[in-house]
């Protein structure tokens, strides 16, 4: 049958196969065309026509969103908030999950469940305490607070996945680093932390995405836009300027940038990424 | 080498960052949320805090308020659960056929999964604006369904599936992903010979694809079912809860009593709620899709 010629239906059926894919895809990227099209609209054009590019674009809609919204400010502090906690989860989570995939000692089995069960607590069961406490410490519109809050919240998925990765290791590796007479730490940092890159990476990309897109967080800890991250200084320029259409359309593009270059850049890394928290990395 | 696996000066060490940290700022906040489920405080800070027993469980189960946002929020997980399903393993399946074209299709799909949840929330405000400036409205404008047009976000009756259809626009293509591993996974040689006993389309589909990807299912279900439990961000954002209480669910409920009418007692019982709410459901959905493993 590979030779025979294609009967008509079949290629009705092909027709039928494209023309519903273009048409999810069509709705899939409509909102983000919409939001491109329209930062550089002036306010009444935008909905005047919402489907066409415009024939006249205005640039002012981008330096007004970021001096009106602090998009810039914003933009940096989620650039470095993300990035610490990013790096301590990932730093603390493998020291974590060495000892737990490959050392032996009473409480193992149970450490690890405990950790790993951490996945299921929803952040809003936890941030009234938190607020109280953090606000008892004076610690509203601290950095390093906020970090370290993303930080304990990265670490359950980032033990899970970095842990089943090194449970793969063999003996061996330690064993020729111990009769060269490397300590632990050399250990770890030389030899293990290099080697679980793959795995280190993918819960990595979960946190870091997990984290730029957060709202709750900064919403309840962090007060002066100067010190704002950047999905709430989106939703509030919202707040304050809904009517300057053009704005909040320009800060939108801005904000999804990022991700959306991270993704194209490194497609299959970011969805195994995403997917490590449902099916081991 | 035994030695090497067993140094308990080693291993407290190296666990010590990470639990630190998380006991601390994840695990010990959940305990201190259960006991301010029991305290009244009328401020966050420099308020005595009065014990009144299960007083704030009492009016929370007495509460309208809260009876109707979780009323919502099944709603908000049915339509959920339904939709990203059905179109994200649905798409899956076609796009496990391998035609030519297919990984930009994927692509295509799976990015707003990436996207922060406030801009695409903020996106679907304008898609569903009320009169003529919509886009959903000037759609329906355009293609003759004009008595279709309504305030999508403003009217009661439309606007938590309203919300529920962006929030699917967004997380489909996460299960999709999902779905796709799962079917790509499934040896050729099994799919090939159930062709030659005879079984095509929806019979291969129920007794052969189908239990080859019930465990992928499981986990899409849980993750739906507890997200959708969750979700604030694109409540928050598109509706506040309104109108009139019609999109709130108990999360964004939680976060107006405590931090906007100060009720940090009523606000701690709320989140009691919601954390056994979506244990006891996650628990529930791996119960009922329990079955069979099927080896291969």
């Known amino acids: 049958m590979n030779k025979r010629r294609h009967s008509t239906k079949w290629y009705f059926l092909q027709m039928g196969y494209y023309a519903f894919m273009i048409l999810v895809a069509i709705i899939m990227a409509f909102p983000i065309y919409f939001a491109l099209i329209s930062s550089v609209k002036g306010n009444t054009e935008i909905f005047s026509n919402p489907f066409v590019p415009t024939v006249s674009p205005v640039f002012e809609n981008y330096p007004r969103a970021i001096k009106t919204g602090h998009i810039d400010k914003s933009f940096f502090n989620t650039i470095y908030i993300t990035l610490s906690a990013v790096l301590i989860a990932m730093l603390s989570g493998a020291m974590a999950s060495y000892i737990l995939a490959k050392f032996r000692f009473r409480g193992r089995a149970f450490i690890y469940v405990f950790v790993v069960a951490g996945m299921m607590i929803p952040i809003q069961t936890i941030i009234i305490p938190l607020a109280f406490y953090l606000g008892k410490l004076g610690l509203f519109d601290n950095h390093p607070a906020l970090i370290l809050l993303f930080t304990a919240f990265q670490i359950p998925m980032t033990v899970f996945v970095v842990t089943g990765f090194m449970k793969g290791f063999p003996h061996e590796i330690e064993e020729a680093a111990v009769i060269d007479g490397a300590t632990h730490s050399r250990t770890l940092f030389m030899i293990i932390i290099p080697l679980s890159a793959p795995a280190l990476v993918s819960a990595s990309i979960f946190n870091f995405i997990n984290i730029w897109n957060n709202l709750l967080f900064p919403l309840i800890f962090i007060r002066s836009a100067e010190k704002q991250m950047l999905a709430l200084s989106l939703q509030s320029f919202f707040a304050e300027r809904g009517s300057d259409y053009g704005g909040v359309m320009a800060a939108i593009v801005i904000s999804i940038t990022p991700t959306i270059l991270a993704y194209v850049m490194m497609q299959e890394r970011v969805e195994m990424g995403l997917m490590a928290g449902a099916v081991k990395g | ?296």
Not at chain 2, 30 to 50: A, H, R
Not at chain 2, 236 to 246: I, Q, S, Y
């Open chain 2, 1 to 296: 080498m035994d030695q090497y696996y067993s140094n308990k000066r080693i291993v407290l060490l190296f666990l010590l960052p990470a639990l630190v940290i998380y006991v601390g700022l994840a695990v010990y906040p959940i305990v201190q949320s259960i006991v301010f489920s029991f305290y009244e405080w009328n401020g966050l800070q420099g308020v005595p805090m009065e014990y009144v027993g299960m007083n704030n469980f009492g009016s929370m189960f007495r509460s309208a308020k809260f009876w109707l946002s979780v009323k919502n929020v099944l709603q908000f997980i049915a339509v959920n659960l339904i939709f990203q399903i059905i179109i994200g393993y649905g798409l899956a399946v076609l796009l496990a056929q391998n035609r030519p074209g297919f990984k930009i299709f994927k692509t295509i799909f799976f990015f707003p999964v990436v996207l922060p949840l406030t801009a695409t929330a903020l996106l679907w405000k304008f898609i569903y604006f009320p009169n003529n400036i919509g886009v959903l409205n000037q759609l329906l404008n355009a293609i003759g369904l004009e008595s279709l047009k309504t305030g999508w976000l403003i009217n009661t009756k439309t606007a938590l599936n309203a919300v529920s259809i962006a929030n699917v626009w967004t997380g489909f293509g996460y299960h999709m992903v999902i779905g796709f591993a799962a079917l790509s996974a499934i040896p050729d040689g099994i799919m090939e010979s159930s062709m030659i006993d005879g079984a095509t389309g929806f019979r291969q589909f129920f007794s052969i694809t189908l239990p080859m990807i019930w465990e992928s299912m499981k986990i899409s279900f849980v993750l739906l079912i507890t997200g959708s439990m969750k979700n604030f961000d694109i409540i928050f954002v598109m509706t506040e809860g309104g109108p009139n209480g019609a999109t709130h669910v108990p999360s964004t409920l939680m976060y107006y009593e405590a931090f906007k009418y100060d009720h940090y007692g009523l606000g701690s019982a709320i989140s009691v709620f919601i954390f056994v709410a979506s244990l006891a459901l996650a628990g529930l959905t791996i119960r009922l899709m329990r079955r069979e493993s099927v080896e291969y």
